[in-house]
């Protein structure tokens, strides 16, 4: 293995110093296109240790590890005490092991001193009690003296290690979740809404205040709420969140950038569909995404969990790391039951396959105290190998033999979901059928359209569209004026556009628009939703796509133009539904606009998207592929590689179109039989 490491830094010399150049190489950080990691805590244990974790992480093939994250208390035992001498050994040590450094700004977690001396930096509970020390995260993300605080501290670290040559990245903070509900954060929020709004008519007047006597007279008299207030009130509070998050973050990035070289990229991990903030909001200043990916109870469902990653991809519409994930277990969940064996290795698959370039365990070793003692690890307490060691250890394999072929490659898509968390936000305060779940929502186009049309772009509803042929929204509640001009703009331009349940009921104040739905955008479609219904019992449904059931939710379509057709229509039910339009979809140009009333139950979920695609002429990327086996497709210049998994309890055969490269495996092959959790990369 050592062998084929001083092979791969011989290929980068090579590659990177031009052959009359006499200049002595850089030092080469450990970075293969592929990255197996492990959150590594040494500030845990005595120094003497530390050489013989690194050598069990170069055995696993692990390339890097993310370190610091917690670690404020070591970092700066007291005010203005800097030690990074043993950070400096940590480095130093790893790269013997030629392992890189995540370096991960310690401000998730502040030290006792600090919130003790500085009480105000403690975060405001919703209940107006004060947060404490001894869990983590409880600083209060607005705070001007938290901020100094955690500036300084990021500050140090990038003037000591911002030329490291085995510090390739950092990780601002951990997992922004908290927001505080103080005074002091009551006020920024209100001299926030008064740069936005500029006059209290205007304020007023956009959140019809007049309603239950609202108004407000004075900045300082608007509230935070967050569960049953005024519908712009609560928007703005989530906007207002996620501006701060993005301050917040910009706070220690600034000072980083300004002592780091560039080819240290810069991140934090987020969590998914967590919605707590709008992340394309706080996504746009850093380097590149990464996420937490955590099944918790039960096993991994690879199209939910995909969509996930392809939700990260597309908050810079660029490859991005899973900066965490579970070697097996968790501890947090309902039933920590572990992963089956090889379920890890197929886990890590699933996140290549969607465009990760860094797959990284959480934890390395169990902490011997500590909330999270039942977590799964990498090694037990005793310091040796659990059993999921040798399965991570077999993911480092794959990914050095795999790496060079994925090098430079991404998921290029030709459909693109839309996913919009004002849209989010806005159904979930007012779901009207506790049942309806914007995710689910989504989720009921992404898994026919993944399994037909392969890669799945999932971003947001301002993003270039021009390069999809198809462009699903489902429950996009909301819509801007930016929005509005870009979806159009997209139809007129040839495109093909699907609008779901619930699209187009919102103005940018969360106000309910003038028009019905879908709104601004009831003229291109030629025809409106008459009536919404909260449904009791499933409605029938028949049409184009055949026959189903409807559940949830269903929307009456109606003042058609003569010009719009109708692809599906409810049976007998509530009278009102009864034979009405359920989907109507209009030419426009070479483009088209669809609206889908209905929920895309299981039935007519694969039909409506059979005849989406064709609408929009996109070929299945691999038809017949057996049930239970998912196909990830990453393509680069010259290269086209699929990655296939089973998922089935069975083995499954997978005939391809033409003889492929078997990358792990070796050879050339015109089909291959994985057993459950198998992978195959093809090239
Ligand atoms: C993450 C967190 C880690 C660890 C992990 C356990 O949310 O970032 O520090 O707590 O969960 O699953």
Redesign the pocket.
Known sequence: MICKRLQFLAVLAILSVPAFSQAPLPPQPRTPPLLLGA?WYPEQWPESRWDADLSLMEAAHIHFVRVG??AWSTLEPSEGNYQLDWLEHAIRLAEKHHIAVVLGTPS?APPAWLTTKYPETLRTLPDGRKDQHGN?QQFDWSDPKYRELARIIATKMAERFGHDPNVIGWQID??YANQSYGEADRIRFQDWLKAKYKTLDNLNARWTTAYWSETYQDWRQIPIEETYGNPGLLLNWKQFVSDEWRSYQKNQLDVIRAHAEPRQRITT?M?GWFDAYDHYTVSQDLDFTSW?D?VGSGHLDPVRNGATHDLTRGFLRKNFWV??T?PGM???SADNNMLDKGEVRAMAWNAIGHGSEAVEY??WRSDLNG??EY??TLLGADGTPVPVYYEAQQVGADFDKAGPVLAGTTVDSQVAILQDYSSRWAVNWQRHNKAFDPIDSLLSYYRPLHRMAGSIDIVADTAPLSRYKLVVAPALNLLTPDAVKNLEAYVRGGGHLVLGQRSGMKDEDNGLNPQRQPGPLVDLLGARVEQFYALEKTVPVSGDWGAGENAIWAEQLGSLKPDVQVLMRYGKSNGWLDGQPAAVTRKVGQGTITYIGMELSSETAAQAAKWMLQQAGIAETMPGLPEGVDLAVRTGEGKRVLILTNYAAEPRTITLPKPMENVLEGGTVQSVTLPQYGVAVLK
């Open positions: 959150a994250e917690f998730a983590r951990n997992e991990n969590m937490d955590y900066m965490e579970q968790v501890n947090w959480w934890q909330q999270e977590h799964g």
